[in-house]
């Protein structure tokens, strides 16, 4: 029964340094496997996506060698074109779906089991397979795997019907082993794509335009040896900016590219935050209670959808009515009715919540729905008057490394615990 238990009230001060981006390790890891050399990749996140996906890479020959916590060394040579990817844990996380565009682009053929992750609303994999069938491969989804071969696969002119990370990432790593050019259109353009297609670009691919509306891919016969470091993650940085805002503290959050954060920072000035930009760090200040805006998640360069329930708490402590419209998963509000628990004024209607700010929360006991909206709470409990335990914390573990420790050296008061006796010492502050 791991939980945290937090003592709100304490601002948040002082500098926190950020890891390596969950969301650009994953399918950088997966592509890892295209080469029969060897990749060294530096500022991988040790978190638990990262650790599942390297366990189903080595359960399909794959060699991993781990370094240490966030450097990792990964060969493909013992490989085979007739492994499946298949285990109770690789279904729990999205990211597997990155094997079908990195075996397919190598052997020809990927047996992939269909993807979990957190249930925040539909996320299908159309667009990836009307990619993959543009290149040529034949497709098959049943008894939960999706199969993909190609007698070979043949670059072409694709163009999303919508803008999906996942797709635009796994095309890209089918097509820069493909047979002539692939141009795709209608990408996405975040950070994490952009740092796929350079580390691709490390290892020998020929592809332009990642981070643009369109992307070139000129296929080469094989790929070699790279060593890489991933970019730093945005959403963690996100996180504790708008934990700076929400417990009126002063943090000044370090290696981060600034850039990746500007819609972040754009929304937090908005609503009367400080934020100080420097070359590799951002410092966030709030003294006083902040105002309302209106806030519409988007593709990058928009306002992300990972941010958004983080972003909630803090207009939920704000003055006047704030409007958050979610554009890209339906279920992405799962966390209102926890954070009401606390004192929060929230509705929701359909994909749009309308939040009348509170002066102050209270400490309540609430559970975490996914990934984002468990770090939401946290952020909630640390701002709150009293104690507040938040539960289902293996979410926050799929995407934070060393959560609670990062604040407590911020002077948040929270604790790791795993007994109803645990909490009460909390309490009493008997060690």
Do not use: W
């Amino acid at each position: 029964m791991e939980q945290y238990i937090i003592k709100g009230g304490n601002p948040l001060v002082g500098e926190v340094v950020i890891g390596g981006a969950k969301n650009a390790a994953l399918p950088i890891l997966a592509a890892a496997v295209m080469t029969d050399g060897t990749c060294t990749i530096e500022n991988m996140p040790d978190v638990r996506d990262t650790n599942v996906l390297l366990q189903a890479m080595e359960g399909i020959g794959a060699t991993v060698n781990r370094l240490g916590k966030h450097e990792v060394v990964i060969s493909g040579s013992g490989m085979n074109a007739d492994c499946d990817v298949d285990n109770e844990y690789i279904r729990k996380i999205r990211a597997s779906y990155y094997l079908i565009g990195a075996l397919l682009g190598k052997y020809k053929r990927a047996r992939v089991a269909l993807p979990g992750g957190c249930e925040i609303g539909s996320r299908p994999i159309d667009q990836h397979i009307k990619g993959f069938k543009a290149l040529g491969a034949r497709i098959e989804i049943e008894n939960g795997m999706i199969t993909a071969t190609a007698d070979e696969l043949i670059g072409c002119h694709i163009y999303m019907d919508v803008v999906s990370v996942g797709a635009t990432i796994n095309v890209m790593m089918a097509a820069a082993l493909a047979k002539g050019n692939t141009t795709i259109e209608n990408v996405a353009k975040e950070p994490h794509v952009v740092d796929v297609a350079n580390f691709l670009n490390s290892m020998g691919a020929s592809i332009r335009g990642a981070g643009t509306d369109v992307i070139k891919i000129k296929g080469v016969e094989k790929l070699g040896n790279c060593e890489y470091s991933i970019i730093p993650d945005q959403i963690e940085a996100g996180t504790f900016m708008t934990a700076a805002v929400a417990t009126k503290g002063d943090i000044t959050i370090k290696n981060v590219i600034p850039k990746h954060l500007e819609a972040i920072s754009a929304k937090l000035e908005e609503i009367g935050a400080q934020v100080d930009e420097f070359d590799d760090a951002v410092r966030v200040v709030a003294t006083k209670r902040l105002d309302s805006t209106q806030i519409k998640t988007l593709p990058y360069p928009g306002f992300p959808t990972d941010m958004q329930p983080q972003m909630a708490v803090s207009l939920a402590l704000s003055s006047g009515t704030s409007i958050v419209s979610e554009s890209i998963f339906e279920n992405r509000f799962r966390y209102v009715d926890e954070l009401t628990k606390m004192g929060a004024r929230i509705q929701v209607d359909g994909r749009t919540a309308i939040i009348t700010g509170v002066k102050l929360f209270t400490g309540a006991d609430v559970s975490a729905p996914d990934l984002r909206a468990g770090a939401a709470l946290v952020i909630a409990g640390l701002a709150a008057d009293g104690y507040t335990t938040v539960s289902d914390i293996g979410y926050i573990y799929r995407g934070y490394e060393g959560f609670e420790k990062k604040i407590q050296n911020l002077g948040g008061d929270i604790q790791l615990v795993n007994s109803e006796k645990e909490i009460a010492r909390f309490k009493l502050r008997i060690v």
